[in-house]
Structures are given as C-alpha cells and as structure tokens.
C-alpha cells in the first residue's frame, strides 16, 4: 500500500489566490513525521514546511500552512498569497519513527499559477 | 557552504557501460541518503549513510548499484552495466540527524539517460 497518496497531478491557481494541496498517508506508527517539498523545474527538492505527529497546533511557514487532520491521516498544503515563482512540483512526505530513516514520497502535484 | 552538491548534473551513456555519480553534502551533516526519481514519480529510497556507515538498502538497490562513503563526507553512487531502466534523476540528500523532524536537504540532482 502506498504510504503517501496525492491525488491531485496538476492544480491552477489565480495568482494572489490560495490553494490547497492535498496529501493523505499511511502508517500504523504512532510517531510520525509529515514534510513538504517543492520541485522547481531546476529539479532540488526546498524544504517548505513540517508537521509532527503528536503537534496540536497546525504547522504554519510564512505563506505555508499545513491543514493536519490526524484522524482523516490527511496533511494538506495550503499557499496563501500565490505568487508566480510557487509553480512547481509539490511533494508530501512523511518518516516514521520505527523506518524512521528514511523520507517517503507520495506522486506530487504539479502547481501552476496564472498570471 | 551552499548546500548539497552533485555531479555530473546530466550523464548520457550507453547500455552496458559504467557510471558514476558523486555528492558533496552540507559539511556539518552525518547523515546522507540516495533516492531515484524517474518521470511522474516521486522520489524513491535507495540508501542511506550514517558517517561512512551505509545503514540501509532499499530492495530497489540492486547488485549492479554500489554506495560508498568512504570517510564520511562525500559520496558516489556507481551503477554498473546500466539498463534503460535506470534512466532516472539521482537525488542525494542530507541531514544532521535522523530525528523524526529534521529535514533532508537535497541537491539538484543528477539526471541519467541510458540510451
């Protein structure tokens, strides 16, 4: 089974708008880690934005937020404020505490931002 | 330091022959791992090195892929009588520790095509 599930390949967005990037996982650990990653065409992986299992408060990096519904094992992006540079590839990851070593990577989704 | 870095960034080679790729992670990070990311994917687990201690093996790994880390700083990736299959992005990645919140920091990768 997969342990990171994107459903979405390909999302527009008017840039100024939000956006929401959805990420459903897996595990049976009860300590996890959830990451997300851009992909910019230059192809390195940039760091966005971390939410940990036991966090009660959602995770939030400047433009960035994670929507954690631990229950729904869902860990959605939300980018508020699009701008042109966020038209990318987006990944969900996620690392366990008992494989804790290491990332794994759901499909992504393919952001595009209209002028 | 300017991050994680790697070469060659594009390799072409024939099928059968030899290649290898090296990476230089962040200097201060004792931890570094290799994924493979091919079309429409996201990236994949192969190997990972604590210092110059390779730790874990994905099944993906096969006998034709070696990893070396040699005195803990970089690392080189050879895959021997490479397949068209092996046509892929080569991600290296590293941290400074393997807790469940540390971030990977990637290179941009090195983009293989086997023809």
């Known amino acids: 089974a997969q342990k990171i599930t994107q459903t979405q390949p390909g999302m527009f967005v008017q840039e100024k708008e939000a956006v929401t990037l959805d990420c459903t996982y897996d595990?049976?650990?009860?300590?996890?880690?959830l990451f997300w990653y851009k992909q910019p065409s230059s192809g390195e992986m940039i760091f966005l934005i971390y939410q940990g299992s036991y966090d009660e408060q959602n995770a939030t990096e400047g433009r960035y937020s994670l929507n954690f519904q631990k229950a729904r094992k869902s860990a959605n992006l939300v980018i508020s404020a699009s701008q042109l540079g966020d038209s990318a590839m987006y990944f969900c990851?996620?690392?366990?505490?008992?494989?804790?070593?290491?990332?794994?990577f759901g499909t992504g989704t393919s952001l595009t931002v209209i002028p | 330091d300017t991050g994680v870095s790697q070469d060659p960034r594009h390799k072409i080679t024939k099928r059968g022959q030899n290649v290898t790729f090296r990476c230089d992670p962040i200097?201060?990070?004792?931890?570094l791992y290799w994924y493979r990311q091919t079309l429409g994917q996201g990236p994949e687990f192969l190997t990972y090195f604590q210092n110059e201690a390779q730790l874990e093996k994905s099944r993906l790994l096969s006998d034709r892929f070696s990893a070396e880390r040699p005195k803990g700083s970089f690392s080189t990736l050879e895959i021997q009588r490479t397949e068209q299959g092996d046509s892929a992005m080569y991600l290296c990645a590293s941290s400074s520790g393997g807790g469940l919140n540390t971030e990977a920091f990637f290179g941009q990768g090195t983009r293989l095509t086997v023809v």
């Open positions: 595990t049976s650990d009860q300590s996890y880690g």
């Open positions: 200097s201060e990070h004792n931890r």
């Open positions: 990851a996620m690392r366990e505490a008992n494989t804790g070593n290491q990332f794994y």
